[in-house]
């Protein structure tokens, strides 16, 4: 199901800012779970999806998702870099100005590329298209990520099929 290429697309574009956002909190010293940031971005995912006609149950379920599978980026990339693993970076980039407003931007464009794939979600065939698909994304973006936001890849798309 080629509908779901833009969907992934956008989620692997979305893990690939983990990195930079556990960057950004390890030298502000925030927590990874934010509470008030994570409520903002599921109340802006469910407003863009009364816009566009999206089911605003799936895009809450799918937006969990990807709350969940960024703050497993984040909490992988502190514990290497507090164990001494993985070297810490020396900067970060300002998590306000610099990072959310990718992450808004990835927000807007997938919402309605959800919609698109609504009709789909029930297919029996789904999961096992979504995985290939998945797959070959994954693979596709290897050399760009890290590791940590490629093996959080499998909980952003837990809930794109039933």
């Known amino acids: 199901m080629a509908a779901f290429d833009a969907v992934l697309a956008l989620v692997l574009e979305r893990l690939s800012t983990g990195d930079a956002v556990a960057a950004s909190k390890l030298f502000s010293g925030q927590p990874v779970t934010d509470e008030a940031r994570e409520k903002a971005v599921l109340d802006a995912a469910a407003a863009r999806a009364s816009e566009v006609g999206a089911d605003a149950g799936y895009v809450s379920l799918v937006f969990t998702d990807q709350i969940a599978a960024s703050k497993q980026v984040q909490q992988s990339l502190l514990d290497a870099w507090a164990s001494g693993a993985q070297p810490a970076p020396a900067t970060a980039p300002d998590l306000a100005t610099e990072v959310r407003p990718i992450l808004d931007r990835?927000?807007?464009e997938l919402v309605p590329a959800l919609g698109a794939v609504e009709l789909?979600?029930?297919?029996?065939?789904?999961?096992a298209v979504l995985d290939q698909a998945a797959h070959t994304a994954a693979a596709g973006a290897a050399s760009s990520m890290s590791s940590s936001a490629i093996d959080a890849l499998p909980t952003a798309i837990a809930h794109l099929c039933d």
């Open 106 to 108: 990835i927000t807007s």
């Open 120 to 127: 789909y979600r029930s297919d029996p065939g789904c999961a």
